[in-house]
């Protein structure tokens, strides 16, 4: 439903910083005609998922639509939309559109189904330090990025349940921690449940510890190891159905089963997360409405990689300290990284720039020229990843010496590292001769000084 509330402003100050005013706008988003008439969503977020997927933020059930049909990005220009490929396509004005930007009003045919895009006239400003770069150990300076910072600043001092939403890889368990670490929970502990590996046997055992007589009565469940603190529930829409209602129970009741048969006192903040879309997930009775509500007291949007490239510098800087690498980020890279759409966020990135600095050490960046390719394709389909993405523009002779180049370069790398330099170790390790690993290893441009077991090898 729209809001009708009127505007607000919400403030976080940090040192002496002068804050800056960010206007936030709600736009909503419209089923018009098709099998969903009538459907609608209405968020602040950046950005709005359209398709028949379930994870989807308006998820259709129009057989026409592709699982993974559009996207729509609020910019300060309007709205963006990007077609991902879609096998019917995407029309505005019966014109096929992959990427446009739209305005209030403007109506879009997918399939069957037509949509009409709403930017809302009302705002909630948020104040934010102009200084407010990081939270935790998540960092950047796009005004998306600082208005989730404020809102996780503002989060962190009630003492809430919290649901975190977000694309794989966009950093929800560092947001998690973030807020614990400004709660006034700091000083207790911190505990991952990661729902994707719960089961429902060893559910009972690792919630509320060892109950039966054939358990290690000793085992603290995980409610009982957070006391005092923060319990992550790592993506909670896997959790099974059938274990949902013991869940809710505990939040409910703060309170969890005992050996003792009288039950124990809870103290402690749930933060869940997801990819999912939970609203549709209630609305299909694959999750509780009940338990969603109990865990979506507040909830917080990470916006993916690809909707705040001006952040990219300031993270890969973070990242590079954070693994200790002098890897060097010239503007040819970042140009190459802010034209990239990073489908793993910045989990991805972090990868990108460990394997760019061992390849910097090994006296190879041509992984630049790599990523380079994986750019989004004119007619709209996801970027790629696969070594065609390379070689299709390469003769072959050229291509396969550039591939098996830089297979080499990172295996040796790689098995150098891991046996410590012990030629005696790789060469058990690779299966190759002494003589053969020596003379690929020279040829990779490896550290030779530091080698073990080598002498006599260079003659």
Request: overall charge neutral; hydrophobic content about 35%; aromatic content about 6%.
């Amino acid at each position: 439903m729209i809001d009708d509330r009127a505007e607000s402003t919400l403030t976080v100050q940090v040192g002496d910083s002068p804050p800056t005013r960010i206007q936030v706008r709600d736009w909503t988003v419209e089923v018009n005609s098709g099998p969903d008439k009538g459907k609608k969503v209405t968020t602040q977020d950046a950005l709005l998922r359209v398709g028949s997927d379930p994870a989807s933020d308006l998820v259709l059930s129009d057989q026409t639509v592709s699982r993974r049909h559009l996207e729509l990005e609020r910019s300060s220009q309007g709205i963006l939309l990007r077609d991902l490929g879609s096998r019917n396509g995407t029309f505005l004005d019966g014109h096929r559109v992959i990427q446009v930007l739209l305005q209030h009003g403007d109506k879009v045919q997918l399939g069957k189904t037509k949509l009409v895009i709403k930017q809302e006239s009302r705002a909630t400003e948020v104040e934010v330090s102009g200084g407010a770069d990081a939270f935790g150990s998540l960092v950047g300076t796009a005004e998306k990025t600082r208005v989730v910072f404020a809102q996780l600043r503002g989060i962190a001092r009630e003492d809430m349940n919290l649901l975190l939403e977000g694309e794989t890889g966009t950093g929800k368990e560092l947001a998690a921690r973030a807020v614990h670490q400004h709660s006034m929970r700091r000083h207790g502990p911190f505990k991952v449940v990661d729902c994707n590996l719960i089961t429902e046997e060893k559910a009972e055992r690792e919630l509320f510890g060892g109950l039966r007589a054939d358990e290690d009565k000793g085992a603290k469940g995980v409610f009982e190891a957070s006391q005092g603190g923060t319990l992550f529930l790592d993506e909670v829409g896997e959790l099974p159905l059938s274990l949902q209602p013991k869940l809710l129970r505990v939040l409910e009741s703060r309170e969890v089963p005992s050996l003792t048969g009288a039950p124990m006192p809870v103290d402690v903040r749930v933060i869940a997360s997801t990819h999912r879309n939970l609203e549709e997930d209630v609305r299909q009775g694959r999750f509780r409405a009940d338990l969603y509500f109990r865990l979506a007291v507040a909830r917080v949007r990470l916006p993916p990689l690809r909707t705040r490239r001006e952040d990219i510098p300031v993270l890969a800087q973070s990242l590079l300290r954070g693994i200790k690498s002098s890897f060097e980020l010239t503007p040819q890279t970042l140009a190459l990284f802010e034209g990239y759409d990073w489908p793993g966020n910045v989990r991805e990135l972090r990868n990108v720039l460990e394997r760019g600095a061992l390849m910097q050490e090994t006296g190879n960046s041509s992984w630049l020229d790599f990523m380079a390719q994986n750019q989004r394709r004119p007619d709209g389909e996801q970027p790629t990843t696969s070594v065609a993405a390379l070689v299709t523009n390469m003769p072959y002779h050229e291509a396969k010496d550039r591939v098996v180049a830089d297979f080499e370069r990172l295996y040796f790398a790689e098995v150098m590292r891991e046996s410590n330099f012990d030629m005696k170790k790789a060469e058990q390790h690779t299966g190759l001769s002494m003589q053969s690993l020596y003379r690929l290893v020279k040829k990779n441009g490896l550290r030779l000084k530091d080698l073990k077991n080598a002498e006599g090898l260079d003659k």
